[in-house]
């Protein structure tokens, strides 16, 4: 059987998992462990380090669509070269083979092509989850971000802190975080973002967050930022396109929707905190009137 063209390993488990046998679904929850290394040693390694036996791992590679480990393993090791590739090394591996056609419709088809891919792997009971965390105002909101993702962090904290109160942005300066760690309680919710060359600081923090009981709400690339394995709920974005840098196209289009689906259940609470704010914008004659 050949493999679903441009699905990750990871995807293709998450996809499938139900499917999965007891001794299968161990494995696999072993690998997205340490996601994507797991799959790079030899089968007895890889069927040691999950408890299960070598022809095990074999048959869950072919119901995931490889021929066997041997293809399994060829995937994970191209994705792992994807995820450590800096900026220098995306623009190559696009530039090297691109058609002759105009950068908006390379971008244009790309971006659509993630949507697509993206659509298709998230849970609508995961989207409804995650708004009805995100809506509860028993739960303080806390949201991150790192290096390039802290603008979709801020562009989500504007939104939500419009929407409800108890919603903080976490400073990009991770030598305070420690301080923000001190205000979280036990129900709360970290809503981070992280994608590949998924940062350290960001990681130490979920966990922090994690042991103080906060539930985390990851918006993460098609590999997975090493987060998910600590978030409540994740949302697995596309986020490759013929560029140097990732596209955060489809991630914005995810944060969003999540955004209007907040607004829409809490709308009569959320009406009047917008009227109020339209006043304080009069008051600092913030905007413009065309009188």
Same mark, same amino acid.
């Given at each position: 059987?050949?493999? =679903?063209? @441009?699905?990750?390993? +990871?995807?293709?488990?998450?996809?499938?998992?139900?499917?999965?046998?007891?001794?299968?679904?161990?494995?696999?929850?072993?690998?997205?462990?340490?996601?994507?290394?797991?799959?790079?040693?030899?089968?007895? =390694?890889?069927?040691?380090?999950?408890?299960?036996?070598?022809?095990? =791992?074999?048959?869950?590679?072919?119901?995931?669509?490889?021929?066997?480990?041997?293809?399994?393993?060829?995937?994970?090791?191209?994705?792992?070269?994807?995820?450590?590739?800096?900026?220098?090394?995306?623009?190559?591996?696009? +530039?090297?083979?691109?058609?002759?056609?105009?950068?908006?419709?390379?971008?244009?088809?790309? &971006?659509?092509?993630?949507?697509?891919?993206?659509?298709?792997?998230? !849970?609508?009971?995961?989207?409804?989850?995650?708004?009805?965390?995100?809506?509860?105002?028993?739960?303080?909101?806390?949201?991150?971000?790192?290096?390039?993702?802290?603008?979709?962090?801020?562009?989500?904290?504007?939104?939500?802190?419009?929407?409800?109160?108890?919603?903080?942005?976490?400073?990009?300066?991770?030598?305070?975080?420690?301080?923000?760690?001190?205000?979280?309680?036990?129900? @709360? =919710?970290?809503?981070?973002?992280?994608?590949?060359?998924?940062?350290?600081?960001?990681?130490?923090?979920?966990?922090?967050?994690?042991?103080?009981?906060?539930?985390?709400?990851? $918006?993460? @690339?098609?590999?997975?930022?090493?987060?998910?394995?600590?978030?409540?709920?994740? $949302?697995?974005?596309?986020?490759?396109?013929?560029?140097?840098?990732?596209? !955060? &196209?489809?991630?914005?289009?995810?944060?969003?929707?999540?955004? +209007?689906?907040?607004?829409?259940?809490?709308?009569?609470?959320?009406? @009047?905190?917008?009227?109020?704010?339209?006043?304080?914008?009069?008051?600092?004659?913030? $905007?413009?009137? $065309?009188?």
């Amino acid at each position: 059987m050949e493999p =679903v063209p @441009d699905l990750t390993v +990871a995807e293709r488990i998450r996809g499938r998992f139900e499917s999965l046998t007891r001794a299968e679904r161990q494995l696999a929850n072993a690998m997205l462990e340490t996601y994507p290394v797991s799959g790079l040693g030899s089968i007895t =390694v890889v069927a040691e380090a999950s408890g299960v036996s070598p022809p095990t =791992v074999v048959r869950m590679a072919k119901k995931l669509g490889f021929g066997g480990f041997h293809d399994l393993q060829a995937a994970m090791r191209a994705e792992l070269e994807a995820i450590i590739s800096n900026s220098i090394t995306k623009h190559d591996l696009w +530039a090297e083979n691109a058609p002759d056609t105009h950068i908006l419709n390379l971008f244009a088809d790309a &971006v659509m092509e993630n949507m697509r891919q993206t659509l298709r792997q998230i !849970s609508p009971d995961v989207f409804n989850d995650v708004v009805a965390l995100l809506s509860d105002k028993g739960r303080a909101v806390h949201v991150v971000g790192g290096r390039i993702t802290r603008s979709l962090a801020d562009y989500f904290f504007t939104h939500m802190q419009v929407i409800r109160n108890g919603v903080t942005l976490v400073a990009s300066n991770s030598n305070t975080w420690p301080h923000f760690v001190l205000n979280m309680q036990a129900g @709360d =919710v970290l809503v981070v973002f992280d994608i590949r060359r998924y940062e350290h600081d960001i990681l130490r923090l979920a966990k922090m967050a994690k042991s103080k009981g906060v539930d985390l709400v990851l $918006f993460t @690339d098609q590999w997975g930022s090493p987060v998910a394995k600590l978030a409540s709920h994740s $949302f697995h974005c596309r986020i490759e396109a013929p560029s140097a840098w990732d596209s !955060s &196209v489809v991630t914005l289009f995810i944060v969003e929707a999540v955004i +209007a689906a907040v607004e829409t259940g809490t709308w009569e609470e959320t009406k @009047d905190r917008m009227k109020t704010l339209e006043q304080l914008f009069d008051q600092t004659k913030m $905007f413009r009137k $065309f009188k």
